[in-house]
Nanobody, 117 residues
Framework: QVQLQESGPGLVKPSQTLSLTCTVS??????????WSWIRQPPGKGLEWMGV???????SYNPSLKSRTSIFRDTSKNQLSLQLSSVTPEDTAVYLC?????????WGQGTQVTVSS
C-alpha cells in the first residue's frame, strides 16, 4: 500500500514562495508507469491539478500555474516537492499529492496552506 504524506509550513506570507514536500512510503517514485501529482483545493472550490512528475522524471504543469510552479523530486529520499512562487491569498488551499499507476490511485491526507500577512 502506497502512502503519501505532505509536509510544509501552514502559513506563508504574500509574495513569498510556498514549498511543500510529499514523502512516499510503500512504493517508489521511480516505479515504471507511475505518475505523481500535486493537486490543491481552495476553500469552497473544486480540485485543481497543479502538475505531475512521471516515473522517468518528465514533468507537466497546469498552464494557468506554470509560470509560478516548480515540481521536482529526490529519488534518494523518495520524495517529491512543490514550489509555488509569488503567492497571494488566492493560493490558500489544501494541497495534496497523488499517485497513479495503471488502475491504482493513492492520495495523501493533504496539508492546509494559508497565505496571509
Amino acid at each position: 500500500q502506497v502512502q503519501l504524506q505532505e509536509s510544509g509550513p501552514g502559513l506563508v506570507k504574500p509574495s513569498q514562495t510556498l514549498s511543500l514536500t510529499c514523502t512516499v512510503s510503500g512504493g517508489s517514485i521511480t516505479t515504471t508507469y507511475s505518475a505523481w501529482s500535486w493537486i490543491r483545493q481552495p476553500p469552497g472550490k473544486g480540485l485543481e491539478w497543479m502538475g505531475v512528475i512521471a516515473y522517468d522524471g518528465r514533468i507537466s504543469y497546469n498552464p494557468s500555474l506554470k509560470s509560478r510552479t516548480s515540481i521536482f523530486r529526490d529519488t534518494s529520499k523518495n520524495q517529491l516537492s512543490l514550489q509555488l512562487s509569488s503567492v497571494t491569498p488566492e493560493d490558500t488551499a489544501v494541497y495534496l499529492c497523488n499517485a497513479v499507476r495503471l488502475f491504482y490511485k493513492f492520495w495523501g491526507q493533504g496539508t492546509q496552506v494559508t497565505v496571509s500577512s
